[in-house]
């Protein structure tokens, strides 16, 4: 992330009228108690108005940096975020003078209250405090016991069986993305990140165990290539994985943001992670080239389609993605005579339209030579994009006969539906070669 000097943090305008702060002054006094007694799990602000327009955000989370509690502030804009490390104290003046200039919410969530401060529609703030029911029991550790930890001074909780993660976080790539601090303990507000990470790298392992990567040398690189890498939390776990289980890495992580390419190549050269890069570029345009591992993880619409076709193309072993954004088909669905009464409400349209996407994809994978699952990736609680489409090839192709069934099936869902065009079928016909 970004770290703002004095001289880019973002402008500020004049705090509200004395007489309009008498709820604000409330917020930020609930939480500056959450941070004195310890309770205080996330606060975010949002609904900026004026002042840079692709701001979206603020999001702050408790950090412990050289011994010393901070929060750490992150503005969210739509192409980056800029962060910014501050003392308690100054971090909460900060917040306080950031309420109504531009920002007209503020959610602060505790151990024991969710708190809502906003403005309404006539210019008035209004505060609503909501007590949260207290946690059940649970044998559960690591990332789930973090996300609500107990005061400092309550004795740990004993359990009969501790759940095992694919990951430690004692891993140092963990640390310098802000996952764990400096004693290697996980940071509350990275909970839900956590668990994606060990679901993500349980997939990926047992899709190896299953793929023709099993029976590879250990000595003969394992090439990955990961289009829209963000922060690279995955990029960096797939290497870790890669190493641990006696492989070469040789893992190129893709995405379209200059400063994200940036900081995570000084991540990877800090630690001296080899088989591991950054370039910026996106699917469309980066060079192309043999493929072992084709990752793509919420690529926009039809992006993931170039996606699947350059691992299909690249001869991939694994093709993995978290489709997002499904707006290819939705624009072309009829609504067929029987689904008529179902398909006149739009967000039943919308998902049938995204169902309808994954599938056609799930079965010209098959059609070219892979085994595919689509599935739930991890619970919707974490996110909102949950799933994900697994392909792993088959060790022999399909024989002719089963490959046009597939390809028939496709035609039908197309002719029920009215669809006249997808984009990795059109990629297909267009010369992508079968993985041999």
């Known amino acids: 992330m970004t770290q703002a000097s004095p001289a880019e943090h973002p402008a500020r305008s004049a705090p509200p009228e004395r007489s309009e702060r008498t709820e604000i002054d ?4 609930r939480l500056q108690a959450s941070l004195d007694d310890g309770s205080f799990q996330r606060l975010a602000l949002g609904r900026p108005q004026g002042g840079e327009p692709t701001l979206e955000k603020l999001l702050a989370r408790r950090v412990a940096l050289r011994g010393s509690e901070c929060l750490s502030l992150v503005w969210r804009h739509r192409s980056k975020d800029i ?14 003078s950031l309420i109504g200039a531009p920002f007209h919410h503020g959610h602060l969530v505790t151990r024991s209250h969710d708190i809502q401060l906003a403005m309404g529609k006539r210019g008035q703030w209004g505060l609503r405090v909501g007590r949260l029911p207290p946690a059940a029991p649970s044998t559960e550790t690591g990332a789930a016991a973090a996300a609500d930890p107990a005061p400092a001074d309550a004795p740990a909780a004993a359990h009969d069986r501790q759940r095992q993660h694919a990951l430690s976080l004692g891993e140092p790539f963990l640390a310098e993305l802000g996952v764990t601090d400096g004693q290697q303990r996980l940071i509350p507000a990275m909970a839900r990140k956590w668990r994606q990470i060990n679901k993500f790298v349980e997939v990926l392992d047992h899709a190896i165990a299953q793929s023709p990567l099993a029976a590879r040398a250990a000595g003969e690189p ?19 994985r890669l190493v641990a289980a006696g492989r070469v890495p040789d893992i190129v992580g893709v995405e379209l943001r200059d400063d994200l390419v940036a900081q995570c190549n000084g991540v990877a050269q800090r630690l001296g992670l080899a088989g591991l890069r950054f370039d910026a570029g996106d699917v469309r345009s980066h060079a192309s080239g043999p493929i072992d591992i084709m990752i793509a993880l919420h690529a926009c619409d039809i992006a993931t389609d170039v996606a699947m076709h350059r691992g299909v193309s690249g001869g991939a072993a694994i093709i993995v993605c978290s489709p997002c954004c499904h707006k290819e088909l939705r624009p072309q669905l009829l609504a ?3 689904l008529r009464p179902m398909l006149r409400h739009g967000i039943h349209m919308t998902e ?3 169902m309808l996407t994954d ?19 991890v619970s919707p609680e974490h996110t909102a994009k949950n799933k994900m ?13 089963q490959q046009q069934a597939l390809r028939t099936q496709v035609a039908e869902l197309k002719a029920f539906y009215g669809v006249r065009t997808q984009t990795l079928e059109s990629l297909i016909d267009a010369g992508a070669a079968q993985p041999a």
Do not use: H, I, M
């Open 336 to 338: 067929p005579a029987p």
């Open 222 to 240: 394992v090439r990955v290539l990961d289009f829209g890498a963000g922060r690279g939390y995955l990029t960096f776990a797939v290497q870790q």
């Open 26 to 29: 409330r917020f930020v006094a």
């Open 83 to 96: 962060t910014k490390n501050l003392p308690l104290t100054e971090a909460v003046e900060l917040v306080a």
């Open 359 to 377: 599938t056609l994809r799930a079965l010209l994978l098959q059609s070219v030579g892979y085994d595919t699952q689509v599935f739930e990736f």
């Open 352 to 354: 049938q339209a995204e």
């Open 389 to 401: 489409v697994l392909a792993v090839r088959r060790a022999q192709p399909l024989p002719a006969a």
